[in-house]
Structures are given as C-alpha cells and as structure tokens.
T-cell receptor, first 111, second 113 residues
C-alpha cells in the first residue's frame, strides 16, 4: 500500500529561524511528488513538483528537494506570512492522475 | 481569471437529506476530483473523472454520488447514506497530461443541523 508520512505534525518557528519539513514515502513507483500550501478555510495552493531523486526546486524562501525515500521542504528565514499547513502528495505509476496525500504539517512563524 | 469555483462555501444538512455541492472549472481541464478533508487527516479521494460521462470511485465513495455531464462541471451529492458527512470538501482539476499538478477550489464546509 502506498503511504505518505509527514513530520513533524506541527512546527513553531521564530521569524528568521530556518528549518525543514519532511515528507517520507513508500510507493511502488514514483511518478511525481507534489508540495502544496493550505491556508485556513482555503483550498491547497500548488508549490512544487519533483519527479526524480536529486531534483531541487526553489521559490522565494522555499526550497524542495527529493531523494528515493523522502522529500524536504526547506524554509529559509521564514516570515509570519509563511504560516500555513504544508501538504505533500505522491502520484504513483499506474494510478492515472490520482494523488495520495500526507496529513500535513502546520507551520506557525512568530514575529 | 481561470479557476475552480466551489459553491456554496458553507452548507448545512438535515437528517435524511441529500445535498449537492457544486464544482465548476473554466481551465479546460479534462480530469476532476472530489476530496474530503477532516481535522488531522490527509485529503481522501471520494470520486474522480478523467473524461465526460465517465467517473471512478476513490477510496471513500460510500454514501456519495457524482455526475460528469459537462467538461466544466463535476457536482458531488452527499446522500443520507453518508452517516458522518461533516467535513471540508475540496474539488480539484488537472489537464489531460497525467503528470501535471492538481489545482483546487476553495472548498465547501458541510455541517449537520
């Protein structure tokens, strides 16, 4: 069974304190790993897609990396507006376009 | 502006009542999805449709029904058979190319009266 595990469940940071969010996965064959940001009462907003081990993508203070077993979302010098829930999802081979999601990581950044 | 519109934002259901959640997209996407999100849980797939007039059950389809008569629209009906319908419901869509990310609407929150 395909599984996605995100850790920690919640993370509280001081503004400017860099950290990383983890997404580990156990799948039969990875076709893509997706990171989303979700604000309270809103739908998830797409951030990154990673397709193969060693790939990295960056956007402002966020950088996503991928290995054969896990992905990290690195947040450099976070600001309070980065506070949100970050979701990780995988698409596996043979699953058409279906995604399997982790439970999410709730990030709070204090000013 | 292209996007996915879900309505209503809030919905209340009485016992024994069926309710329908609307999802409309103007992105010309082929595939559409319905997810349920509960506190502390990941998104769980209810139904999905890759082309008009065709749809498949997801992981938690019991107590739900869908239709896909038009490319732009994918309504979800929560039937009285769904005994625990209180949740945040999200609709998503993606182009025909399977490796593209899914894009989401802003959800409908369903509660029991």
């Amino acid at each position: 069974e395909d599984q996605v595990t995100q850790s920690p469940e919640a993370l509280r940071l001081q503004e400017g304190e860099s950290s990383s969010l983890n997404c580990s996965y156990t799948v039969s064959g990875l076709r893509g790993l997706f990171w989303y940001r979700q604000d309270p009462g809103k739908g998830p907003e797409f951030l990154f897609t990673l397709y193969s081990a060693g790939e990295e993508k960056e956007k402002e203070r966020l950088k996503a990396t991928l290995t054969k077993k896990e992905s990290f979302l690195h947040i450099t010098a976070p600001k309070p507006e980065d506070s949100a829930t970050y979701l990780c999802a995988v698409r596996v081979t043979g699953a058409n376009s279906k995604l399997t999601f982790g439970k999410g990581i709730t990030l709070s950044v204090r000013p | 502006d292209g996007g996915i519109t879900q309505s209503p934002k809030y919905l209340f259901r009485k016992e024994g009542q069926n309710v329908t959640l609307s999802c409309e997209q103007n992105l010309n996407h082929d595939a559409m999805y319905w997810y349920r999100q509960d506190p502390g849980q990941g998104l769980r797939l209810i139904y999905y449709s890759q082309i008009v007039n065709d749809f498949q059950k997801g992981d938690i389809a019991e107590g739900y029904s869908v239709s896909r008569e038009k490319k732009e629209s994918f309504p979800l009906t929560v039937t009285s058979a769904q005994k625990n319908p209180t949740a945040f419901y999200l609709c998503a869509s993606t182009p025909g190319q399977a490796d593209q990310p899914q894009h989401f609407g802003d959800g409908t929150r369903l509660s029991i009266l």
